[in-house]
């Protein structure tokens, strides 16, 4: 282990664990305050550039602490603006993490995993195989790095002001509740007002159906959650949803309803990718709003995204529009995503990264288990 890899990296403790960390160096809790707004305020990673900061405190730090995010391998930008960063995660390993500019708001999807083992058939990025779980300080720093890259390549940014990353979203790589233990620390410093000081409603966890997380999740943090539902049945959901044969509809939807009670939210999002003439009839759609009428629900459509090698195609939009009405007309809130980025393969279901020395590769019909940090 080299002298650099002994230290601390700032960027993956809590608040209370970095007031932990000063303390054990023998200063003030108001320390961690400091650094928390150079890191998150002012998106300052050198301690000498943190000057109300003692310089024997600074020099301290310099021996046992580090502020390291992921390194940039490639940046493409989409003709509508969305950024899509593929991001080095040691030896030959990397993750992409994409920015979706909007009017008044811009969304960062971010990986939580190097790969994914969920296996969903519609998903290249499930196609890829899994590697590991990334660190907190892994998740974090892809936030951290967003807004310092946005800002210089133009944005409008102020240190100490509002930044460019309103919204994040936990719905890159990887199945974000298999990384428990690292996700749920890594939303709180997004949502912490001296972290990132992201609404808990602008950070949303986006989970296949890992029931048993979802139900802690709901004891441990207050963020938005979005469920990959993508069938209005239990047959066609074990083809598309692998985990589903695990935790079917009816004790995924039980969570759902569960989560929303005790974080007294507005509602659950259910995804829901439109495959042509598999899960897009309007019968389905009748089932869907079946399980979801009078219910604390809303459907995103989400327009197909085609990978290399898959042999599901995108639903016309004409299906997409027939799908819409028919849960809108029996009572369910449905809207359509409009498709970003595909012009680098930054839509939804499109990063791949890259995945090398796979310590799982598929799934599977066996539903071979998936290592869940918790």
Request: glycine share 6%.
């Amino acid at each position: 282990m080299s002298a650099a890899d002994a230290k601390t990296n700032l960027l993956g403790l809590t608040r209370a664990e970095l007031e932990a960390f000063v303390a054990g160096m023998g200063e003030k809790p108001f320390r961690a305050r400091q650094l928390l707004k150079w890191l998150y305020k002012r998106c300052v990673a050198d301690f000498d550039q943190m000057t109300d900061l003692a310089k024997s405190f600074r020099e301290r730090l310099k021996e046992v602490a580090v502020v390291v995010t992921p390194s940039i391998i490639t940046t493409q930008v989409s003709a509508d603006g969305t950024r899509k960063w593929l991001l080095a995660m040691d030896g030959t390993q990397g993750i992409e993490t994409v920015f979706i500019p909007e009017p008044g708001r811009g969304t960062l999807c971010i990986s939580s995993q190097v790969g994914c083992a969920m296996d969903c058939s519609f998903c290249s990025t499930a196609q890829q195989g899994f590697n590991r779980n990334l660190t907190v300080a892994e998740i974090v720093g892809q936030v951290w790095l967003a807004n310092r890259e946005l800002a210089n390549s133009g944005y409008k940014w102020e240190p100490g002001g509002p930044r460019v990353v309103t919204n994040v979203v936990f719905m890159g790589m990887g199945e974000p509740l298999a990384n428990y233990r690292n996700v749920v620390p890594a939303a709180e410093i997004m949502m912490d007002d001296l972290g990132f000081d992201i609404s808990r409603r602008r950070v949303t966890v986006s989970t296949s159906g890992l029931v048993p997380q979802m139900l802690r999740l709901a004891e441990e943090t207050n963020c938005a959650l979005a469920v990959s539902l993508h069938a209005p049945n239990d047959a066609l959901r074990d083809q598309l949803v692998p985990i589903n044969r695990k935790h079917p509809i009816a004790e995924l939807l039980d969570a759902c309803w569960q989560y929303v009670n005790k974080q007294n939210a507005r509602s659950i999002t259910f995804e829901y990718v439109m495959l042509d003439g598999i899960n897009d009839q309007p019968e389905q759609a009748r089932q869907l709003a079946q399980l979801l009428k009078d219910r604390p629900a809303k459907v995103n459509l989400i327009p197909f995204n085609p990978f290399p090698g898959t042999r599901y195609v995108r639903s016309s939009p004409a299906a997409i529009e027939r799908f819409r009405d028919i849960l809108n007309n029996n009572g369910v809130i449905a809207t359509t995503r409009r498709t970003r980025g595909d012009d680098i393969d930054a839509a939804c279901g499109q990063l791949v990264g890259r995945v090398n020395d796979r310590t799982t590769v598929r799934l599977g019909s066996k539903l071979i288990s998936v290592a869940v940090q918790s």
